[in-house]
């Protein structure tokens, strides 16, 4: 008898990702295989996001591809889950449209999955369960992870700063810490199997312990975590500027494994709009904090997230945020044109600002961040940078792909045995985008 498959499509975040390996672990349990191919599966579950529009818009339009395999094959099961469910009205709204789908449920039940399968197996209607509040962690779930050389590991679940333009807080729910001897634990498991870097995973990891009576900051975690033999490298991501203190970055520039790469956003340069987001810090603020980084850590490579357009951005606001972009001297930015999102505070103010003026603003941001990041590339030329090999390059045959510490892809000749290995490479041809070099030494 053939064996059963199953494939995830996932939209979002690293956390979104992150729940698509459990779930997979989860059907590799029950004695699924997984498969690239649709037409040849058994399960097909969508991981959906709900922080921008255009998300939820692919979300539907991939959902109703599948209608004539499940006609196909009325034994299908499909199901939708994640943060788009979360929101309310959402699953009624998607099995009326989608009566075809068999299972709905959201990001706290993920462990429930075997039972929703069974139940939808033996109804002829749509399997709706939507949890409200994140329960707690289940520390047995099983994962199927999508590299054998970088792991995520999850250390908060949800976020309390509520941003008037983010619907996360009301989907993910109030932050939840998980405990630091857990957190060490699984890092140390993941070193046995031979994984070599581990990233960090929380809506704010900077909040980290707040919510908990173990007094382990953040900052605390990470020098536990770089005790751990084995491991090479430790990344985290996202860190909220309000919350990224002195000892976090002391811990940053002290700790050995821990990669001089920090995700910060600012989200906007201008402390009138920063505030309408309700972000808590101002533009000065913000570069100060910037200014402090660089100088405990000078080879920082710094990324962000920027919103243009968002309710009642002038120029001048935007002039601010160039600013910001040309003082921080970003290696990477995330740009996007504002996305009103239903629920959320931001949704109700007023927005006179026409498109064109948004994408025009949105095209000047990225052409100055890109300016900036190929002048950081082209610095790098010449030098010998170290890479962890991560699989074969997008390039074409015969080249390998790795990161350095600072987050920049280096495409290089080299054979499989190199994955999971640290190697010099001589960088030869940077872009704009990632890096061409000549391996020098493997360690």
């Not at 199953?6 to 729940?19: A, K, L, R, S």
């Not at 509520?162 to 998980?178: L, N």
């Not at 990470?222 to 002195?246: C, N, Q």
């Not at 010998?384 to 997008?394: F, H, K, Y």
Request: aromatic share 8%; glycine share 6%; proline share 3%.
């Amino acid at each position: 008898m053939d064996s059963k498959k199953f494939t995830i499509v996932t939209y979002g975040c690293q956390m979104n990702e992150h729940d698509s390996e459990k779930m997979a672990g989860i059907l590799s349990d029950m004695g699924y295989e997984w498969t690239e191919d649709k037409a040849e599966a058994d399960v097909i579950l969508f991981n959906t996001c709900c922080v921008r529009e255009h998300a939820e818009q692919r979300v539907y339009g991939n959902i109703g591809m599948l209608k004539p395999l499940k006609q196909v094959n009325p034994d299908l099961i499909i199901g939708v889950c994640g943060c788009m469910m979360q929101q309310e009205g959402m699953a009624q709204k998607l099995a009326q449209t989608f009566p075809f789908v068999d299972i709905i449920f959201g990001t706290h039940n993920l462990n429930e999955l075997p039972k929703l399968i069974d139940e939808a197996k033996a109804s002829k209607f749509t399997v709706v369960d939507i949890h409200e509040q994140d329960h707690e962690f289940d520390e047995s779930m099983p994962i199927r992870r999508a590299s054998k050389v970088s792991a995520w590991v999850t250390v908060m679940y949800g976020c309390n700063n509520f941003c008037t333009y983010c619907i996360v807080p009301y989907v993910r729910g109030r932050e939840h810490s998980r405990r630091a001897d857990d957190i060490v634990n699984e890092v140390k498991e993941l070193a046995d199997q031979g994984y070599k870097e581990i990233t960090l995973l929380g809506q704010n990891v900077n909040s980290y312990g707040k919510d908990s009576d173990e007094k382990v900051e953040f900052a605390d975690l990470l020098r536990m975590l770089d005790d751990i033999e084995g491991v090479e490298r430790i990344r985290f991501t996202t860190s909220h500027p309000k919350d990224l203190s002195d000892n976090l970055i002391y811990a940053m520039r002290d700790c050995k494994k821990v990669c001089h790469q920090l995700h910060l956003p600012v989200q906007s340069g201008s402390t009138r709009i920063l505030r309408r987001m309700n972000r808590h810090y101002t533009k000065e603020g913000y570069l100060e904090l910037v200014e402090k980084i660089k100088a405990n850590i000078p080879d920082i490579a710094l990324s962000t997230d920027i919103i243009v357009g968002f309710p009642g951005e002038t120029d001048e606001d935007f002039e601010d945020t160039l600013d910001v972009v040309r003082r921080a001297q970003y290696d990477l930015a995330y740009t996007f044109i504002y996305s009103k999102r239903s629920g959320t505070p931001a949704a109700k103010l007023e927005d006179p600002t026409p498109r064109e003026i948004k994408q025009q603003r949105l095209q000047r941001l990225i052409d100055l961040q890109t300016a900036i990041t190929r002048e950081k590339n082209q610095r790098l030329n010449g030098a010998v940078v170290e890479v962890l090999v991560e699989g074969p390059s997008r390039n074409g045959k015969g080249q390998m792909m790795g990161r350095t510490a600072g987050n920049k892809v280096v495409n290089f000749e080299g054979d499989a045995s190199l994955i999971g290995k640290l190697v010099d490479v001589l960088i030869t041809e940077p872009s704009t985008w990632f890096l061409n070099g000549r391996l020098m030494n493997v360690k």
